[in-house]
């Protein structure tokens, strides 16, 4: 069993995220700025497995296991620049977007580094970062009974932390791994993310990526 911690966890996808870790047998400490607000909403959880779920300061998330950043775009580089030496020698898996939207759609934006993954890198030199869980509607992955069957892209330069990554998106209920390569492929992996939500906006759908012809 793994603790995995969650930074800015009390927003809709680090809550989906979370119930579907917990119901893999994962205990979660849900991250928030605000440790109250933390624990009364992963009190309000319920995953379906014999991991617990507790609410927490973002500090606390941090001293985790593995650490996931679920903070909204815009603040992450600070939230996670401040915890850089809790971090340290950790794999820390980004799921940030960077997006705007315009209308009924969702754009991504390019951060100086090209990718919030990247950011987030070059903010935590002493941590190992990987990409993963951006593509995934928050509502379907809250709803344990959404018959939620969605790859999971994952990426990063190291290999090792992308298996253990893999491994644990694995013991999720709903969702499989799929591990696409580098740290190279942040950028069009987080933009992706527009055109889901998007699509979804437009359709008025909870649709996500699955990849046809892969054999697991």
């Not at 971090?87 to 705007?100: D, R």
């Not at 290999?159 to 491994?167: E, I, L, T």
Request: overall charge negative; glycine content about 10%.
């Amino acid at each position: 069993m793994t603790t995995i911690g969650i930074l800015g966890g009390t927003g809709p996808a680090g809550q989906g995220v979370a119930i579907r870790l917990a119901s893999g047998g994962h205990n979660v400490i849900l991250g928030s700025r605000d440790a109250a607000r933390a624990a009364e909403t992963a009190a309000a959880l319920a995953p379906r497995g014999t991991g617990v779920i507790s609410g927490a300061s973002n500090g606390d998330a941090a001293t985790a296991d593995v650490v996931v950043v679920a903070t909204p775009w815009d603040s992450a580089v600070a939230t996670v620049s401040a915890l850089k030496e809790l971090l340290a020698g950790k794999i820390v898996i980004s799921m940030v977007n960077a997006l705007t939207r315009e209308g009924r759609e969702l754009l991504p934006l390019y951060p100086p580094r090209g990718s919030m993954a990247a950011q987030i890198a070059h903010a935590l030199k002493g941590s190992t970062v990987v990409g993963a869980f951006h593509h995934l509607p928050a509502s379907e992955m809250q709803n344990l009974d959404s018959d939620l069957d969605a790859d999971v892209i994952i990426f990063g330069d190291d290999a090792a932390s992308r298996d253990s990554v893999a491994a644990l998106v694995a013991d999720m209920p709903g969702l499989t791994p799929i591990v696409a390569g580098t740290m190279s492929l942040a950028a069009p992996v987080e933009a992706f993310t527009a055109v889901c939500i998007s699509i979804n906006i437009r359709h008025k759908a909870h649709s996500y990526v699955k990849l046809a012809g892969m054999s697991n």
